[in-house]
């Protein structure tokens, strides 16, 4: 009785490894993919003034027309490059006609991931495996969760954030702390 009770007990610590081992890696997300494709957010457009009336009574005044939105001014931007997976895309900071600003992800093409998160950093960004880990040694701010490991993205940055402060952007996976890409923000 005392093998079979060793050789049960083997196998409920093997299971337990198991389900601990597919919870953190989750190694089905090797094989899936998602596509988000977001258009780059406008502001409410303005009214346009209406014209006064002229001094000739007959000439009818010209109602308020909205006057297009502003397009969007860059910040700055900068390209991804690979760390811990193959990936590419540009990052570009937009402030919109309201004064908010967004971080956008444009042409993202990365892999999937558990736990993977936008962040500003201000650290720099180092090719290789040197750059892997350096995104959380110093000050970052959190943009949200990855929207999908695909296409173009926006993330609001807070009104508060203070740009300068920040130099780099990392798609952060939050699990294993480690960078998947990373990109230099050039103003």
């Not at 049960?8 to 299971?15: N, R, Y």
């Not at 931007?77 to 309201?98: C, F, K, P, Y």
């Not at 201000?122 to 110093?138: K, N």
């Not at 943009?143 to 952060?172: C, F, H, M, R």
Request: proline share 7%.
């Amino acid at each position: 009785m005392g093998k079979r009770a060793a050789i049960l007990a083997g196998l409920f610590v093997a299971a337990i490894a198991v389900a601990v081992g597919l919870y953190l890696f989750q190694p089905w997300r090797i094989f899936t993919s998602s596509t988000v494709t977001e258009d780059i957010p406008s502001a409410a457009p303005a009214a346009a003034p209406s014209q006064e009336a002229t001094a000739e009574p007959s000439a009818p005044a010209a109602s308020a027309t909205p006057a297009p939105p502003a397009a969007p001014r860059e910040l700055a931007t900068g390209q991804l490059i690979s760390h811990e997976h193959a990936s590419s895309g540009t990052v570009r900071i937009l402030e919109l006609a309201d004064g908010s600003r967004i971080l956008r992800l444009e042409g993202l093409d990365t892999s999937d991931g558990p736990d993977l998160k936008v962040w500003l950093s201000d650290a720099p960004v180092i090719e290789g495996l040197a750059g892997w880990h350096v995104f959380d040694d110093g000050a970052y701010l959190d943009l949200g969760a990855l929207k999908a490991n695909k296409g173009d993205q926006n993330y609001e940055i807070p009104a508060a954030a203070v740009l300068g402060d920040y130099t780099s952007v990392s798609i952060w996976c939050a699990r294993f702390a480690v960078s998947f890409a990373a990109a230099e923000l050039k103003t």
